[in-house]
């Protein structure tokens, strides 16, 4: 077989992997209202102290990658399975 030969996947499999992918859009969407409010919440850091808060860079670094991980799932990137399925991606890789 060569590398550009399809990949057939059997229908229990592509059913499982669909919701799966419906899980990870709805965590897509949650993440993505928890880095805004951490955008949020570095602005007004910003604002009364001059410096961002270095936790919540690193958190929100963190969430960064989730979100990418979730992306490469849905899209049909990688088979790894974003957190909760596997451990949340650390700030600093």
Same mark, same amino acid.
Request: charged share 10%; net charge positive.
């Given at each position: 077989?060569?590398?550009?030969?399809?990949?057939?996947?059997?229908?229990?499999?592509?059913?499982?992997?669909?919701?799966?992918?419906?899980?990870?859009?709805?965590?897509? #969407?949650? %993440?993505?209202? !928890?880095?805004? *409010?951490?955008?949020? /919440?570095?602005?007004? =850091?910003?604002?009364?102290?001059? $410096?961002?808060?270095?936790?919540?860079?690193?958190?929100?670094?963190?969430?960064?990658?989730?979100?990418? #991980?979730? %992306?490469?799932? !849905?899209?049909? *990137?990688?088979?790894? /399975?974003?957190?909760? =399925?596997?451990?949340?991606?650390? $700030?600093?890789?």
């Amino acid at each position: 077989m060569t590398d550009n030969a399809l990949v057939t996947i059997a229908p229990r499999k592509l059913w499982l992997r669909a919701l799966l992918m419906l899980l990870m859009c709805i965590a897509f #969407q949650l %993440a993505t209202w !928890v880095l805004i *409010a951490v955008a949020l /919440l570095q602005l007004v =850091f910003a604002i009364f102290s001059d $410096a961002p808060n270095p936790r919540l860079q690193g958190f929100g670094r963190s969430v960064g990658r989730y979100l990418a #991980q979730i %992306a490469a799932f !849905v899209s049909f *990137a990688t088979e790894a /399975l974003p957190f909760p =399925f596997s451990d949340w991606p650390l $700030a600093d890789l």
